[in-house]
C-alpha cells in the first residue's frame, strides 16, 4: 500500500480534475466517478437525490474556451484512511452560486475514483 502522503496527493489529482471538468469537461468528469456513484444536495431550495449524471449534462453546456469569470475553487481537507478518503471543495461564483462539497473517494483497483458527491449550495 502507498504511503498516506501519496494517499493524499492521488486524491487531491482527482480533486483538481473535478475543478477542471467543471469548466466544461464532461468527459473528464465522469472518469473520476465511479459509474454508480451518487450525487445529493440542494439547488435552489430543492432536494436532488441520484446520479451524477444531469450535473455532467450541466457541465456539458459551458463553454471551456470562455473565460470562467470571478470562479474560484478551493479544497479545503482530505483524509485518507486505508483505501476510503473523504474531502472538502468550497466553489464561489460557479454557475453563479457558491458551493461546499463533501467527497467520497474509493481506491478501485489502484485507482481513485468519487463514489458520493454531497453538495450544499452556499449562496
Not at 431550495?45 to 450541466?58: D, K, T
Not at 469569470?69 to 478518503?85: C, F, K, Q
Request: no cysteine; net charge negative.
Amino acid at each position: 500500500m502507498k504511503n498516506r502522503v501519496e494517499d493524499v496527493g492521488a486524491v487531491r489529482a482527482v480533486l483538481n480534475d473535478y475543478i477542471e471538468g467543471s469548466k466544461g469537461n464532461a468527459d473528464l468528469l465522469r472518469s473520476i466517478f465511479h459509474p454508480d456513484a451518487g450525487m445529493n444536495g440542494y439547488f435552489s431550495g430543492h432536494l436532488a437525490i441520484g446520479s451524477p449524471e444531469p450535473f455532467f449534462q450541466e457541465v456539458a453546456k459551458i463553454d471551456a474556451s470562455a473565460p470562467s469569470g470571478n470562479a474560484r475553487t478551493e479544497i479545503e481537507s482530505i483524509e485518507v484512511i486505508g483505501n476510503v478518503a473523504t474531502a472538502t471543495l468550497v466553489e464561489e461564483d460557479f454557475l453563479g452560486s457558491g458551493f461546499v462539497d463533501f467527497f467520497h473517494l474509493i481506491r478501485v483497483d489502484g485507482d481513485w475514483k468519487i463514489i458520493s458527491k454531497t453538495y450544499h449550495q452556499a449562496s
